[in-house]
Each structure stands twice: as C-alpha cells, then as structure tokens.
C-alpha cells in the first residue's frame, strides 16, 4: 500500500488523544459555557442570596462587596438573580429546540422521503407557519392564553419548526440522490429501515450544527418575549425579563440590566463558537462560515 | 533573448552526470523554446502536512508546437498548468525552479506583470466549460473583457471582434451567442465561447487543461478538430494537458508522462505511445481498452495505487508498482536520461527494457463461449423489455401555465438480456441510457411499456412491498465513493443484504462477507474500515462485491468503470468479466465509452434521444452497415493508432437532440439526413438474421456501402 | 418569468387565505373578549351583551369570518373597536413608519454589511476578516434589546445627544425626524449587520474558488474587476433573499426595538391591538404584517430570479 | 355683545402677535408625554389617566373639581337643589361654543348623560347616573334632573372624568375626531404617536388657554420620557415614572410638582372565595403587610400610607386608626386559629405593564412569607385581567383612581350593593351599609366625618382588602413651563399654564 489511502483513526484512540485536533473556536465555547452550565445546574446553591429576596434598605445598590453586581429596585442581590436565571434562560433555548427537533425531524423525513400529496401537504403547512415573523408568531401562539414560561418554550419550538423541517426535507432529498440510499432499495430495505439507519445518521451532523445555532436564536427569541412579559413570570429572573424589568432604572443602575445582558451575551457567543466549532469537527472539508 | 539550449536542461545538478553527456549535433537549430519549465517544485501545505504535486518538472515547448502533459489523477498536471498561470490556490506553492516564457523567468516578475501576461500572451481554456463562464454576464461580454483590458479597444470595437471570434471557433449565429448567457448555451457552444476568448488577444501559448473531457464525444471530437485547426492556422504553442492518451495522439506533436508529480517520459507523441520506454507509460498504452482488441483477453492492468509524495522521492516513484522493478529502483531516485531528440525517460533500466512489453497478467483463463447467441437468449430471457417510455417532470397542474407535457427521457423501447448475457447501453448524456438502467431495477416506474424480470413485472412486485425479486437484480454505480454509505463500515454495509436475505447466524455472515471481500479481491480486514478510507478503485470492489451479497442474477453496471483511472478501470473491468464468467451473471453494461463496452459486451444497444438506433452483437455493430449516428460515434472515438490520424470523420453539429418528436431522434443532428421524412415518421427497423437491427429510414443497402470505420476489423464478425 | 411569477402569486394569494383562517380562529381563541374590554370595570353582564350584540359578536363564526374576509377582499379591513375608527389608516400610519425605519436600516445594513462581508472574504484569514467577524459576533451574541437599552443609555442619558423614543413626522423638519430614527436604526443595524456580513464573506468565498472567477483571472482581470464584476454580483444572490427577508420582517414590526424606542410601528400597534383585545385591529395587522412579510420573501426569489440569469430565462416554478 | 367682544380680542391678537408671530407660536407649544396609548378620544368610553388629559383639555363637564377637591361651577355657572336633594337644576353658561362653532344647549347635556346611561355605549359612568330618574331641558339653558333617591353629591357627579359634555350632534365621531368645548381644539390622532391640540380662540374663560399649541406625545417607555424632558424634547411628563423623580430633581433645568391624591392600589381578596372568607385569614394577611415598607418598596416612598380610599389628606381621614407595621407573628397566631397552622399557597394576579401594582404583588409576596402564606405571582394581560380575574379570582392586585367625592370613592367599594363590591370582593355587612346610606345623607360635614370615620375602622375590622396607600401623583416638567399645578384627580389642567 502507498500512503494514498488516508490514515486510519482507530475508534480506540480516544477523545483525549484527539484534542489538540480540536477546532479552537469549539475549546473556547466550551470554557464559556462551562461555569454558566454550572450556573444551570447549580446556581441558587452557588449563589450568595436567595434570587427573591427583597431588601428595602438596599435598594438600587452599586456594585460592591456586600453585593458584586449591586441590587435592583427591590434591593434582591443582581449577581444572584443573574447566576439563578442561567437555568430559565438557557432552558428556555434548549428546550424549545428541542421541540423544533422533536417534532420537525420526523415531518422532514416524511416529506423528503415520502414526497407526493403527503409531503406537499407537509410543506405548505410549513410555508403557511413561515408566512408569520418569528417573534409575530410567539406572541400570537401565546396571545390564546396567560403567559407562562412553558409556553413561551412551546411557542418558540413551534416558531422554528418548520425551519427545521425544512432543513431535514433538503438534506434528506439530497441524501435520496444518494447511491447508497438506492442501493439499500435495491437490497429490498423497508421504508422504516432506510429513514432511521440510512438517513438519519447521515442528516444528524448537519442537525447538531443547526440546533446548536437554533438555541441561540430560541434563547433570544425567549429572551424577547419575556421581555414584552409574554415568557418568565415575575419574580423569576430569566435575564430577558430581569433585562426589561431593569430598563426604568437603566440611568441610576445600569448594573440591572448589564450583568444579566454580559451572561446572555457570553451564553450565545459560547453556544455560536461551540456551532462553528462542531461544524468543523463534523466537516473537515468545511472553509467558509455560513 | 537566451539562445537555444544544446539539450534538455538535466534536473539537477546531482542527476547531470547520468544524462547523455553530449547532444547530438544539431542538424538545424531548433528554434528557442517559447515555455521552458525547468526544476518545478510544487508543493500544497494544510495542517495535516505537505503533499509535493511536482518534482522537479521540466519540459519546454517549441513555438508553433502542442504538447501534451498526460497521467493519471494525481499526478499533477492541472497543477503544473496552474503554476504557470499563476493561479495556483487552495494553500499551493511553488517551492523551485524556472518557468521562462519567452526567456523571461514568470516567477522573477511582479504579480502585475504576470496578470499583464495571462490573457493576452498566455491564455488558457479549462476542463469544465459549464463552470468557467460567470452565470451572471453574458457570453460576448466575457469574450470582450481582456480585448478591452489587454488591447485597450473600446467596447463597441471589442463587440465587432467578439462575433469575428466567434465565427472563427465555428459558430454560426455569433450575434446571438455574444447576446446570450452562457446556461443559454450547450457544452459545445461554451467551450467554444471559452476557446474564442483564449484566442482573443492573438496569444502565443494556450494552456489547455482538460479541454474536452466534460464534453460528450461526438462534442469532443468537434472541438479537438477546431483546436487542431487553430493551433494550426495561428501558429500557436500549447500546453494540452490530458488523462486521454488518444487526444493527445491527435492533437500534441510531444507529450510528457507525468507519474506521482514527476516527469517519467516525454518525447515525440508517434513515439512515446507507440514505443513507450518507461514501465509506468508501458503500463498505461496497455491498460487502455481497445476497440480492435481480441474481446477474450483480460486486460493487462497496474497493480497497486498512485503515488503521493510528501517530499523530494527517494526512489524510483512507479517502483511500488512496477513490475520489472529490482532493489537499485527502490533504493534511489531515477535520473532524467535524456537523448539528442528531445526523448527522455527517468528509468535507468529503459534500455534494457526496449522492446519488453508490459506483462500480462497470469493467462487468463478462456472466456466461457458467451451464451448471448440469437437463438438461446430469444428461447430464455432474464429480462424482457417491451415498448418502455419515461417521461419525466409531467405536470398536471390546475394553474395552466404550469401544465407540463413533460420531457421524454425513454421512447418505445424494446430489447431482451439473455441469462449470463452481456448488454451495452451506448449513448451520449441525455441519452436516456441511465434511465433504461432504472427502469430495469424498478427504481423508477415505467410511463408506459413493461419491463419482466424472470417473467414476473418486477415494478408491480415491489410496489406490492416483495422485494425478493429485486434483490436479484443489482446496481453497480458510477460513483464508488456516493454509494457507500459514509457512516458505515464496509462489513455493516455489506451484512445488510445478508440479514435482508434471512441469513441469522452474525458469525456465518461475517465469513460470507469475508469470502466476498476476498472475492473481488480486497483483505477480509477491509471490513472493519469505512468508504473514506479506502482508495476509488477499492470502494468499487466494495460495490461490485455487495452487489453480489444478495446472489443476484443480474447486474446494471452504471458507468461503472467510468470515473476510475485507466489502470484501475482495467482492473475493475477484468473483475467484471471472471464474475460473468464464473458465476454466469448476466449485466446491463450502461457507458459513454465504446471501446470498453466492446471489451466486454456480447451485444450492444446504441442509443440517441431515448430511442435505440442500432442494436446487435458487438461485432456486427462495429462494422458497416451502421447506423449513420453510430458511425459518428464511433468515427469520433480517439484512438491510439497513427495511421487513423487522418481518417475521415464524421462531425456532428453541437445541436442539441431534441427527443420526443414524430420522427427520427437523429434527424435534427444527421449528417445523413435524407429530408423531411426523417422529421416526420418514425424510421423503420432494419433487421438481419445475426439479431442485428438498425432504425433508419436509409436502406440497408445504402448504410452497408459506406467504408469500416475499423478497417482492421474487417470482414464478418467472428462469432 | 412571468409563470412564474403568477404560481408565486397564486401560491400567495392560497397562503394569505388559510392564514387569514388561521389568524381568524387563534384571536377567537384568545382569552378576554372585547366587549367586556369595551365596557371596563363597572360592566355588568347584560351591558357586555349589548356590546357584543352590537358588535355583530353574537353571530356563528362562521358568518364572522364570512363577513370579515368579504370586507378584506373588499379592501375593508373593518373598524377598530377600541379606537372607533376604521383600521386601514391607522395601519398605513404604522406600516408607513415601520416602512421608513425599514428602508433605512436596511440601506445601512446592505451597504456596510456587504462592503463588510466582501473584505473579510477577501482578506480571508488575515487580521480584517477577523476583526470583522469579531464584530459580527458581538453583533450576534447581544440581543437587540440589550443593544437598545445601552444606546439609549449612552446617548439618552449620558450624552444627551439624540432622542431615545418616540417619531417624529417629517413635517417637523428634516433633523427632528432623522434624529428620532438614528438609534431604532443604529440597534437594527447592530442586530442584522452581522448576519449579512457573514453571509457575504461565506457566499463570496465559494464564489471565489469558482471556476469562472479562476477563468476571469486566466484572463489576466485585476482582482479588483474580479472581485467586483465576476465574483460579487453572483455572491450577492443568498445576501439579497436575506435583505428581502429582513426587510419584512422590520415592515411587519420589530416589537421589541419599537417597544423600547416608543417607535410608533406595526409591531407596538400589534402590541396594543393584543393589549387592548381589539380583535379586528389584531386581525389585520397580523394580515396586513404578514402579507408584507409574504411579499418580501416573494420579492427576494424575485429579486433573486431577476438578478440570476439562470433562472431569469426559461424559469419555472418549484 | 359677546361676539363683538370676541372678534375685538382676535383682531387684537392678531396686530400683537404679527410681528412676532413665529417665535410665540414656538413659545407657545407645550409638548407633553403620557405613558401609554390611548384607545379613544369619545369621553363617556375613557378608562385610563392618559385619556381623561385628553378629556380635560377638550372637553368641560357642568361642573369641575378644583385642585382642593370641592366642586366648581364649569358649564354651569350656578345650579340649584330641592330640599330633598332629589330635584336638581343646572344654569348653563351663556354663549359657550363647541369647537364645532355651535353653542352649547341644554339638549346637549341630556344628549351627553342619556348615552352615558345607554349600555351599549359602555361607559363606566353608567353606575353613576342610574340614580337619575328623568332630566329635560327646561330651555336652551337650563338643564333640570329628577333623582330616584336623595343625593347631596349630585353636583360632583358632573366633574367626573367621562362626564364631559359633548355635543349631540356629533357623538359618532368623538373617538377619532372628538368637539368639545374645553381650552383646545383638537387637530390630529396619531394612534401611538402623539395627538396635536390648538389653542380654542373662543374659550368661554377669558384670557385662557394662554398655550397656543399641546402637543401630547404616546411614549411608553420611562426612561425615554425622562430622556426627552432633559434634553428639552418635551416640556413635562404627566405621571412622572416614580423611578425618576430623584433624576429630575437633581436636574437644574427641571422640576417637579407633586400633590397627594386618593388614588389607590389594593391587595383584593374574594371574600366569597376560600381561604378569604374566613375573616381571620384577611385579617391575618392585613397584619402581615407592613405598609411603610409596601409604599417604599411599590411606590419609593410618594405616597401615604391609609386605611381606605379616604387619603390621610382629607379632613375625614380617621387619624385614630394605627397604620399596620407587619406583624407575621400575630398573622401566623390568626392562620392557625383559621385553620391553616402551616399557611397557605395561592396565586396572586398583577395586571401586566402597571409596573406599580407589579412591585405590590412582588411586595405582597415577600411579606407573606414569613407568615407561612406562599404567593405565587402571576402577570396577566389587562385584558384577561378584567374579563377573568376581577371580580372571579381569589387574589389579586387591583387599584382605581380617585373619585370626586368621598361618597363616590368609598360607596361603590364597600356598600354590600355598590357596584365596586360585586365586582372586587363582594365585602357584605350590614351595619357598613347604614353607615354608608347614612353618610350619603347627612347634611352636615360634622356627621359626614363621624360617619366616615366609623367606616375606616369597620374597613380595617373586616379587612375586604387591604389598601396599602394613596399614591401622590407627580409630574415632572421644565422649568420654563409656568402655572402649573398638579391635580389631586391626576387632570392635567393647562388653562393657566404657559411657557418661556
């Protein structure tokens, strides 16, 4: 053999070994999103206060010892609120993406795969939910009933599903252009078969690149709707609505609306980096950002 | 102004002394060459490291001469192309050596200088004319662009020179081609457009790379007459870089044979394709399917895959793959040997080889008589095709502007395979030959007309979810690397079928795979690896061996062979022929390429715009009488023998076939045309005994008069 | 072209009337109605009958429905039941504002943000493409709302340099009304600049290492007439279909950024209908939002047929 | 007589102003903020404060409060009632136009309250004049009403806010393009933008309006109000946000001016609804609000803390009663003798986008903890929130502005048949009502304030709700703006008012 055949990487070799092959923009998402995962998981243990608890006497405080991000109008400690909310407002993306997923992939399948009146049908349904904008849809999904934050979670997955229709639907025709799909037809594959252990690995990559930039989109898009008071409820403090909340007060204390704005910020430029970073882990062919 | 060499500059001071050490005197002196490359190192760098794509490269090219720069993928010929161009991307780099144009060393000057160059003294046509034109600007406008910038006419004068050129590449209407946008356009017309955009600034080097390979042949054999014509009538030098060794034959007075990013020979094209002297050109003359070669013989093919260097050789580079190779090849580097001519081979053995053939491989076996007869394939088909028609993209819109007749892929087609019987599909694209194909495996559902497998409508079977039919019929593809699913090892993609086939016994299924895997020769280990490390020629083996996982009976090869280098395709194709022979498969052999579907059909039908023109026993299709298409077809073949370099060919318009119509298929394109007849009604199927059928409304006695297009076949068929 | 710009329009025209539907059905659905909107705390049951019978609300949906889309085909979009006055001007009012503020941004954005995108690609890997994508990711990361808050914070409060709410209408002079726009437009420009940018830098580098452009090279074009004649006007085709887009989307209202700058625009107007549970006023805009919104895609495979003599010729619908 | 009068004043003007007619037209706009859209300009359909600064402007009714809260004459420039307080008779002013042009007749006013009394119009009013038992017209001008009942504050009932004389003629466009008669002129409706008023040259008050031009400018946001103000885009922010005061204070160029009113937020518990029934649980959650700290926490300390609708401003005001400091301990002692030794969990409703009552709930929630009540705050859209939280739910935050009278501010609420009580916490006790029945009647201001200041405590017995306080209504302006005096009804009265 001459070395024309690429080396082999042995599924033994493990993760670590591959590290420094990492992409840098993947390493550096992943220490961004590290301490506010923590934050999820763990945050009202962490923090120094209760997020609800009110202290007239220290109201509207600056950043200092007692309080590193100083207080809001109800003297509730910002840094606390901010690390308790990481849970709300990233919950609020992942899940809802989630949801996009959950129920897009399977209509994308179809619709790629079956084609004729079933899958037609399926796309114009999508073309008709596409027709609103986003955040016109969030509002009007949740104008029917009192807001809540699970609402808010389906509305937003509702919003990108067909996006992720879509998308599925495309890789999905590409990947029926395929020989391997017409030769596992050829084989007498079922349906089932071909859609799950055919495609379906095949369409994830581009999936996981997709939905990692879709939780940055459902965490603003939450992020925005709590901010007209349509996701989180008062007292929680998901930043949008600790964001929209502090927007009175934003010339005394500046420092309600920045703190949670600066976690915000910091979570999609994680999340974006942690994207590109799996893009070019999963693709090795891939050059330009999209 | 340098004066001429007195020889080959030697490549490297180290090598000199092995080269002549005195030329030959001269005759007459050779004019200085117009290209002189000496010592060319090419080198692409990324993260994962350094691919060398030249070694220390030199050729020179004479004015008024065309050379051609030949090998196989990876050898770096595009590459050396670009270098000269200075248009190399993608992380490429020339590390050495000299490109003088003209005595002036290119890379001594500013990139401004150089970009002054190209386009006006050096211009260049590239391999893909469907990309090379901007979508988005029109035809004329693109041809006018370095008249302007180059000859500083004003745009008005540029568009009167833009139809002036096009006329001269051989379009007719040229004050609508410069209006159009080049989608507008056939392949034909697009190259053209490209080649007239070359000549505009009176260039004196073209750089041709791979100017006709995206091109359908009956194109092909247009487009290389014009640029033969051109070279001609304008004194021009060429760089014509090629994998076909017969276009080069036709056109390039020299060629250099490139191997592994290194120059292994050049000299007189005559010459080096008819006597080559290094292993590696040996190898590759033999490995070419012949349309003339005794069909039983395997094909002598190169073991191994091609080279890749990573930095300067240290050995002979063909050595891993040649098989007169000894411990001196493996242990250094070959030197250029160079002779008064202008001949040189980098093989210190050549002499000594003179005269040696490439060797065959182990005496093939005597192919089984090919059960294809008239009267047994007649008394048992396998398949049965009757009156077949696809149309594709019919649309019965309620909007009626959308509302679509549809375009006609197959027309009213008929034909039988007989069981361990080989069929050709000949045609161009759009032929239709990839649908019949289909349609054959019930992966695409006849419009009209059924296609019997085994007797039994296999359309209805799996649309009736059997499927146990259609495992008997398999696919090879054209792609090795799409048909393998990438996130599969090669053993789980070929289990599949096993499982598929109720075979529940996990170890038993792994022997077969492995038994397999041995049968198309690959190690049993390669079915732990996935597709993207296996190298072309063996992600085919893979194909070919799944296909037969099922136990098949059938087999559409789908441009099988076609994306493979030659020396792999031989190969592919004398695995193709010991699985016909010993397990008594019967194929569809689907390709655009003649002279292998004559290597290994017993029966070949010719397509052209979803209809069969002519269809018969290999033999008789190749010899007269033909149907007037498929004399074209074959007439434009490039072949490697000289003496066929001044034959008459027939060359047809780029016209585009336009199917579906009453009449016949051809008749817009026919050279042979005889009037509105042929527009109007459909031809009449001539038909003689031996199963030899043609549809053409001249009569057969009128086609058997015209003259063999093969003269070397002449005579009746041999079988 | 023409067939298939009248399939577009049918298929338009087919989406608008299952929205129209849709958007009738989920305001139905809402809690709260407006009769007793209407008639405020002190209402007793039967005053909320009056209303309500007074207002046609006691009728089958159906003839609801019936009666709305006639007078929507009719070009009657109804009246506001809370403001008492027919919708139509008031919704032209805010679509004429979100139109301007559209237009605007939009300028800004296409110019910048392709001149951005454009240089990153071709100074690709260089400190400029870097620099530009650092930017386009702070662009990214930060939510609008957070970019308005510290703009109004910055030039508002601190600086007092440019109002922080409201519109004022053209007839004031030209600076009262430029300068009410300049931050809704710089926070716009901030959230969809990055985007076009780096769809630009992508699409021109595939463009880049097409083989035309290495062709117009062949010729000997200086980079500058390959860049700007060959390679950008066919990288510009994704960027314009996302500009068509953005650019419906601000017409149909950004809520929050006309929330935080008080912008008089379709979104706040939606905000208010909601608020208000005007359910006429929240119907239309919702359509008449949507419709603008439908119309920009259109206009961008339009735009992007027009542009693409590929599909400009012998185009079809699919 | 009076129209020469008239046209002498506007030939007048017109010489003075000539020659410097631009720069007083541009010194003579006020440019002024509300805080949220307003859904209509007809007077008898308004519900919000920023509407009825749209009434007061264009509209007068017959009589008016004043900023001491007693009642004015306005179109009526005197009236007269029966002994038994159930026939009352209005003298309209004479020569009073509409902007319309047309003077003002007594068949207007008939016009005005019958469809005020109509349901369909919808007016909030409505409960107000259902005490009427017939009016007519006696002449042009004169207006002559016949009550069911007795009732001493008839008069006052004409200051109210949707109470505005409109003329007949034109009601069916009042809500776009409303005729009034008051010191401007309507001009334009920009719905969420802004609306244009001009100066009435024919307001019957001489002298008045001084402002040539109001422009009321929608902007919702506080901080852009406030922006606005400093940077002279606007010359004064109705309401000013209560976050904001202590900018404007510290701003030179501007001021504020403030005036306490019996505006007032509540906590609303159903007392037909469980656990709030049980008097002791509303008593229990009563204690544990200390309403220092709400009034500091809701509203930064502008406004007082009270017992009821009554403001420690008034005379009636119970000074006796002690105001709750929050006493968890004695509510938890209360909850325990309710049955719930471990408290409760309940939701309490806030109306979305009244960041006050927002900070209430959130206040409310915070107190009650240590109480052992857990409270889950829920935002509601205010729609939802009238349709079906008022008057349905258990818990929730409500508040109403004030009334002209303490009659109007009190009876409604805590009457077992006031139309306020059904509709809130359907409070029902027997010996309130005779104190409230009784009080409407007295017939002198000594027994109308024992009466009343028996209600205080019964109110603070029973508990119905709590009300933490009354809230000063703030505004903040220029100091170029002059005459200005806040309003304890929140009007914004610009007769007086002029700027440099």
Known sequence: MTDATPARQAPSRGLLARLPALPVSLVIGVLLLAPLAVAAVAGSWLAPYPYDEMNIMSRLQPPGADFWFGTDEFGRDVFSRTLVGTGSSLVMGVAATALSLLAGVPLGLVAGYKGGRAGEAIMRAMDVLMSFPPILLGILVLAVTPPAQWKAIVAIGIVYVPQVVRLTRAITLELMQEEFITAARLRGESAAYILFHEILPNIWPPLAVEASLRVVFAILLGASLSFIGMGAQPPSSDWGLMISEARPFVEQAPWIALCPGFALATAVIGINLLGDGLRSLLDPRNTGAH | ?719 | MLAYTLTRLVYLALVLAVMSVLVFLVTQAMPGDVASMIAGQFASKEVVDAIAVKLGLDQPLIVQYGRWAAGILRGDLGRSLVLEQPIAPILMEALGRSLVLAVVALAVVAVVGIALGVLAAVRRGKLTDQLVSGVSYLGIAVPDFFWAIVLVLVFGSYLKLLPTGGYAPIADGFLPWASHLVLPVVTLVLMLLARIARLTRSSMIDVLQTNYVKFARAKGMPESVVILRHALKNALLPTITVLAIDFGLILGGVVVIETIFSYPGMGRLLLFAIQRHDLPLIQATILIVSAAYCLANLTADLLYAFVNPKIRHGMRAS | MMMRRLVARAMLSAILLSGTALSVQAAGTLKVSVDSNLNTLDPAKMKGGQEYVAAYLIFNGLTVISHDMTVKPDLAERWERSDDLKTWTFHLRKGVKFHNGRELEAEDVVATIARIQDKATGSTARVNFEIVESMKALDPLTVQFQLKAPYAGFAELFGERQARIVPRDAVDTLASKPVGTGPFEFVSFAPGDRIVLKRNPNYFEPGLPKLDEVIVRILPESSAQVAALTTGELDLVWNLPLEAIDNVKADPKLKIDSVPTSTWDGVIMNNTVKPFDDPRVRKAVAMALDKQAITQIALFGNGTPTHSPIPPSHPYYNKDLKIAKGDPAGAKKLLAEAGYPNGFEVTLHTPAGRATRERLGLAVRELLKPAGITVNVQRVPFDVFLKDIEGKAGFYIDGFFSRPTIDTSVYPWYHSRGSWNTALWSYSNPKMDTLLDGARQAKSEDEAKALYTQVQALAVEDSPGVIPYVINHINGMSAKVHGFHSHPMMFLDLRDVSID
């Open chain 2, 1 to 719: 102004m340098m004066t001429a060499p007195q020889a080959r500059p030697a490549a490297s001071p180290a090598v000199a002394g092995a080269s002549a050490p005195e030329p030959a005197p001269l005759l007459a002196p050779l004019p200085a060459p117009l290209l002189d490359v000496r010592g060319l190192t090419i080198s692409y760098g990324n993260a994962r490291g350094t691919l060398r794509a030249a070694s220390d490269v030199g050729f020179a090219i004479r004015p008024g001469e065309v050379m051609g720069l030949v090998g196989e993928s990876g050898s770096g010929k595009s590459t050396i192309a670009m270098a000269i161009l200075d248009l190399l991307g993608g992380g490429g780099r020339v590390e050495s050596g000299e490109i003088l144009f003209d005595g002036t060393d290119l890379r001594k000057l500013p990139a401004s200088e150089r970009r002054a160059l190209r386009g006006d003294r050096i211009a260049a046509v590239f391999q893909d004319p469907f990309t090379s034109l901007n979508p988005a600007l029109t035809v004329g406008r693109q041809i006018a662009e370095p008249l302007i910038r180059h000859k500083g006419l004003s745009p008005r004068q540029a568009a009167v020179r833009v139809e002036e050129l096009l006329a001269e590449v051989g379009i007719r209407d040229p004050r609508r081609v410069a209006a159009a946008y080049p989608h507008e356009l056939s392949g034909g017309m697009q190259q053209r457009a490209l080649i007239a955009t070359a000549l505009g600034c009176e260039p004196k080097l073209l750089i041709l790379d791979e100017p006709t390979t995206a091109l359908d042949v009956t194109v092909e054999a247009r487009i290389i007459e014009l640029l033969a014509k051109l070279c001609d009538s304008h004194k021009l030098s060429a760089l014509f870089v090629s994998h076909n060794l017969g276009i080069v034959n036709r056109i390039c007075q020299t060629v250099t044979v490139l191997y592994g990013g290194v120059v292994v020979e050049t000299g007189a094209t005559g010459r080096v394709l008819s006597r080559p002297a290094h292993p590696y050109s040996k190898g590759l003359v033999a490995a070419l399917p012949r349309i003339t070669a005794d069909r039983r013989h395997r094909l002598p093919s190169i073991p191994g895959t091609v080279a890749k260097l990573s930095g300067p050789p240290a050995a002979c580079v063909f050595a891993p793959r040649c098989p007169f190779a000894d411990e001196t090849c493996r242990s250094r580097p070959q030197a250029m040997l160079t002779d008064g001519d202008g001949d040189g081979v980098r093989c210190w053995k050549a002499d000594a080889l003179s005269g040696t053939p490439w060797p065959d491989e182990a005496a093939a076996p005597p192919r089984r008589p090919p059960t294809g007869t008239a009267a047994e394939t007649r008394s048992a088909p396998l398949v049965e095709v009757d009156h077949l028609r696809k149309i594709y993209g019919a649309s019965r819109s309620i909007l009626p502007w959308l509302r679509r007749a549809g375009t006609v892929a197959v027309e009213d087609v008929s034909f039988t395979i007989g069981r361990g019987e080989v069929v050709g599909v000949v045609g161009e694209s759009g032929s239709g030959k990839s649908t019949i194909g289909r349609a054959l495996l019930a992966l695409t559902e006849p419009s009209a007309g059924t296609v019997l497998f085994d007797g039994a409508d296999l359309t209805q079977q799996v649309k009736r979810g059997d499927q146990t039919l259609r495992r008997r019929a398999q696919l090879v593809f054209q792609n090795s690397a799409a048909s393998l699913n990438p996130r599969k090892t090669v053993g789980a993609a070929m289990d599949r079928p096993l499982v598929l086939a109720g075979r529940e016994d996990a170890e038993e299924r792994r022997r077969t795979v492995a038994g397999l895997l041995t049968r198309v020769g690959l190690p049993a280990a390669y079915a732990d690896r996935y597709p993207h490390e296996l190298s072309g020629g063996e992600r085919q083996r893979v194909n070919i061996a799944r296909a037969l996982a099922t136990d098949p009976d059938f087999v559409v090869c789908d441009e099988a062979v076609s994306a493979l280098d030659v020396s792999v395709q031989a190969n592919i194709l004398n695995l193709l022929a010991e699985l016909r022979d010993e397990m008594g498969l019967s194929y569809l052999f689907i390709t655009h390429d003649i002279a292998v579907v004559s290597h290994i059909a017993d029966r070949v039908l010719v397509v052209y715009g979803g209809t069969i023109c002519e269809e018969g026993p290999i033999g008789r299709v190749l010899r007269p009488p033909y149907h007037p298409y498929t004399e074209a077809l074959l007439s434009a073949v490039p072949r490697l023998a000289e003496d066929r370099k001044e034959a008459p060919r027939i060359l047809l318009e780029d016209a585009a076939a336009a199917p579906g119509g009453r009449g016949c298929a051809f008749a817009a394109r026919c050279p042979r045309k005889l009037g509105t007849v042929c527009d109007e009604q459909a031809p009449p199927v001539h038909e003689t005994a031996d199963g030899h059928r043609i549809a053409c409304h001249i009569p057969l006695a009128t086609l058997a008069e015209r003259a063999a297009v093969f003269p070397e076949l002449a005579g009746d068929a041999p079988h």
